[in-house]
């Protein structure tokens, strides 16, 4: 799985909002095989939605992406 861009640090920002407990541990992933972004909270699953990642031209780089917020 692939860790999503920076994006998702504004919905992470909105994850702390939903009663997420101050001090979670807080993973997205993006699986590009499947095309599924997975949240994780605390090592469980909360979420788990289709997403697209780009064409073939455009594709979305692999690697991870590290965010604090804040």
Known sequence: MWRITSWMGV??????GTGTAM?????ISVN???????VMVDGA?????????GLADYATPPG???HLVW
């Open 23 to 27: 001090g979670a541990e807080v993973l």
């Open 11 to 16: 919905f992470i920002a909105a994850l702390a």
């Open 32 to 38: 590009k095989t499947t095309q599924r972004l997975s």
């Open 45 to 53: 699953e909360r979420y788990s939605w289709p997403v697209s990642t």
């Open 64 to 66: 991870p992406s590290h």
